[in-house]
């Protein structure tokens, strides 16, 4: 199946909420997006039983969240994209569709801030339990020391560049 | 009593420098450096270096690779538990300065910033052969070291 018949066959279900952006890229409707997952992985057509990846990207404004599906059985991939609402980017899991979904999500919250709704464990993943901020945002400020280990280090080369002429 | 001394000492310090045991530990891809050096082509085991499984049993904490801050510590859990007297070596940039990931919000900017740290060794990552010369500097350090008239005299 081509990336048009997907598209085709996403917007006789869904409309206007799903629209054709980049080749091989559908932007959705965040609201809808539960919806669409699961018609992506049941239907016999799309049959994407694969989710690559889960991932988000900070934007001025928004907080996009990036799915990579891929169908072994057609041999075809499909990219969905959904814009959130920077202050305040919530969106309901995808955890029941594809439970790999739950470590990609996971590490998305705490990177990005992204609340998923209805997640099972919503701890953080790779960062340490009491992390402030959101690194992957890029308004973030790295905090000045961690536990009383300093963040900063001494540059030689710097010094010796800035050094008054001897 | 001089010449006791020093003498027990060389013994002492000759015994240490030839069973250099060092924790089987790696964090990143100098890791994989490590386990060539302890392999057939360098084999540090000429010099009475092997690796141990734990912390009780290490003289040497070889710190190969990138240290996080959620690494951190457990690092120096590691090097709290080794018995004394005990001796850390930084391999390569990362574990030196942080490296290439030194603009990384949860890199620590080198291991010195939280335990000592005896010898450095530049590198990305470094050669076997670099690690090796490590360890035998290591062992000259320890060949001078006066442990009778410092530490053993106080106990």
Redesign the interface.
Known sequence: MNFEDIVKTLKAEFGETVKEAAPGTVVADPGEIEKIALFCRDNPLLDFKALIALSGVDHPGRIEIVLHLASYGKKHFLVIKTALDRNKPEISTLENVWKTANWHERECAELLGVLFKGHSDPRKL???DDWLGY?LRKD?V??TE??G?????HNPVEKKRGAPPS | MECIFTNTEWFLNWGRKSSIWYLLFASACCGIELMQTGGPRTDVDRFGAVPRATPRQSDLLIVAGTIT??M??RVRLLYEQMAEPRYVIAMGSCAN??GLF?GS??V???VD??IPVDLYIPGCAPRPEALADALIKLQERMMKEKYLRTVGASA
């Open positions: 790779l960062l340490p690194p973030y790295p905090p961690y536990h280990i300093s963040h900063s280090r | 801050y959620k951190a510590e300065c942080g030194q919000y949860s620590v900017k080198g910033k939280i």
